[in-house]
């Protein structure tokens, strides 16, 4: 790393917020993590990894404890996502440290993410699968669609003009909840909440980006 990346890095480790109000919990999560997650980063960044490979072994990361789940170690699994959620930031902390911030990058980072997401989802639902728990696979898959809607709606919403990071279950909600009720063993918990927030996260949006359209609109 070179010695202006070094400054940079001190920077922002000390940095403190100058805002007091975050858009979404995940902005603010990122912020108050930035103290570890931008050390390791910079770690990992002189060992020569490129932001993307980040974003391809956390996907790969996430893809494995999906099959841990798949086999049934519903606990073993919520314990392995709590581990590795934090890899999750690695790879946009590294892009910013590196000046390599792109559109391709956080292209690359949402559609990863839309895969292991499902792919998480499906891991439980082989689990009720082999469970011949048939409510609980139907409330997955619900919630698989769901899941994809509540990014849908926030890409849909940017590309017509409208801010949407509003919404109860983001990205980093949905993997603390699976993680932390998988490992305290309660998939079928997780089916019912994780199905019910998530379309209640749709809703939210839809409600938020209707009443900004209504707004720019004059009505």
């Known amino acids: 790393m070179s010695s202006t990346q070094g400054v940079e890095v001190k920077r922002q480790v000390k940095r403190k917020p100058q805002q007091t109000q975050w ?33 391809l072994i956390g996907m790969g990361l996430q893809l494995g404890v999906a099959m841990v789940l798949g086999w049934g170690h519903i606990v073993l699994g919520g314990w392995l996502l709590l581990a590795i959620a934090p890899v999750d930031a690695l790879d946009g902390a590294l892009a910013r440290l590196q000046g390599r911030q792109s559109r391709f990058g956080a ?17 439980l639902i082989a689990h009720f699968l082999r469970q011949e728990a048939y409510t609980e696979v139907f409330l997955l898959l619900v919630a698989q669609v769901a899941v994809l809607m509540v990014s849908y709606t926030r890409a849909r919403a940017e590309a017509l003009g409208f801010p949407c990071k509003v919404g109860l279950l983001t990205r980093l909600e949905r993997i603390l909840l699976i993680g932390v009720f998988c490992a305290l063993g309660w998939p079928t918990v997780l089916a019912w909440v994780l199905t019910v927030l998530s379309v209640f996260t749709v809703v939210q949006r839809v409600l938020y980006v209707y009443a900004l359209a209504r707004q720019a609109d004059g009505r």
């Not at 990992?44 to 932001?51: A, E, V």
């Not at 690359?108 to 499906?122: F, P």
């Open 23 to 55: 858009e979404s919990f995940t902005d603010w999560a990122r912020e108050r993590a930035g103290v570890i997650i931008i050390p390791v980063a910079a770690a990992l960044g002189r060992l020569g990894l490129h932001p993307n490979t980040l974003t």
């Open 107 to 123: 292209f690359l980072d949402s559609t990863l993410d839309r895969i292991a997401d499902a792919g998480l989802i499906i891991g």
